[in-house]
């Protein structure tokens, strides 16, 4: 029977994670200069022992060179190298020995150390041509290493050792590199406390916007101070995270307002609704008249709350920003516009248009400010037989587009005109008319998606003239 394989520990498998990443920072940035350091470093020392060694062992070659060409151009004696004979200190240049033998191989003049004869030395120092050599590499003598070469003088006349010692280039070679080492790891630990210290210099700002971004999600709160110092990524990083969040508080207090205004605006219909249903109850005891009435009363109480719960849908459509902005002419939503709401009103509605009224914004959004302003004429004057103007004109600077509604109602009061757009605001001569008072308010909630504004103000000869402006548009 198969054997259930045990649970494994939480963590179990994964791979170790740096706990930060100005801890990241700080040991990939040492990584890389050790990885620099040491790559420098070693082709650095492999450059200068090659050069070193070849030096000495050209030094050697022409020591031992000019010391054949000597004795085939000169008869010459062991007696002629002697270290007691003057004028021939040609051949002892800086770590190289010379050891004299003469016609049987036996040293006649040792070095110091002195130098070891072998049978091949022996020969050459009899033998009879001049320049004939025997070279030894690679030679230990006491704790040294030696390269030795052995010149005959010709005639039977004995040889010359020339001997160069090569462990104190080694020895040098070797120090050098246990100080390259050092240097090397003193320059990696330089390294890391410097990336350590820039990585903390460049960082704290993002583990600052951590703690704001972790403050946020804790607390909920979002009117967090955030810091937004530099001109780089890192504050370009801040001032996004900090619109972000004022746009989120700007978003919850709209919310909390249209809830709040919502619920205060539901209450009157809901009200009135109840008592109406109430007196439903006893409708057989009621004569004809007030039947109809309560009917008409409810029917009427119906159409108000559906209007007023379809506007408050549009209201929190129209903050949405779900729908991709484009490039559209707001001079065909216009006369798009201008159809229906003939229908539903049936007044006369002119669309008048002037200048190039293409720009980028929403079409739907626009559709609806466009159909609100229309609507919210005919509402304020249903007995006018004037025809109601809607106007389209562009530029007034380069991508703005200016719309604007002209009625002949009984206009708005100067007190009012500040106060049209606000959410539920409702004249003091126009509480008993029908309607929410949200229809201008999503007209400015679509201007202001558009980097436009709302405008409204009194028509000379009577009436009103409200509209807004359509900017760049939303990004």
Known sequence: MAQE????????????RLTSLRTTFAVS???VTAVVTVLVGVLSYNAAARLVRVDQ?????????DLRDEVRQQRMTPEDFSSAAPGHDIVRPARTDVQVLGSDGAVTDPSEPRLPVTGTDRETAGAARAGRMVEHDDIDVGDDVFRIATVALGDGRGAVQVAQEFSDTEDLLRSLQRQSLILMAVVVALAGLFGWWLARRITWRLVALTSAAENVARTRRLGIQVPVNGLDEVGRLGRAFDRMLGRLAQSEEDQRRLVQDAGHELRTPLTSLRTNISLLRRIDELPPAAREELVADLGQEARELTDLVNELVDLAAGQ??????????????????????????????????????????????LARALSNLVENAAKFDP?????????????????TVRVEVLDRGPGISADDLSRVFDRFYRAADARSRPGSGLGLSIVREVALAHDGAPFAYRREGGGSVIGFTVGRGPA
Do not use: H, N, W
């Open 57 to 65: 062992e050209t030094v050697f070659d022409q020591v031992v060179q």
């Open 383 to 399: 007995d006018g037989v004037a025809p109601i103007e809607l106007v389209v004109a562009g530029p007034a600077r380069p991508g």
């Open 5 to 16: 394989e045990p649970p494994r520990p939480a963590g179990a498998g994964r791979r170790p």
């Open 320 to 365: 949405s920003d779900a729908e991709p902005p484009q490039r559209v002419d707001v001079a065909e939503i216009a006369y798009d516009a201008a159809g229906p709401a003939r229908r539903r009103t049936g007044r006369k509605i002119t669309v008048r248009t002037c200048g190039d009224t293409t720009t980028q914004g929403r079409p739907a959004m």
């Open 29 to 31: 940035f040492a990584t």
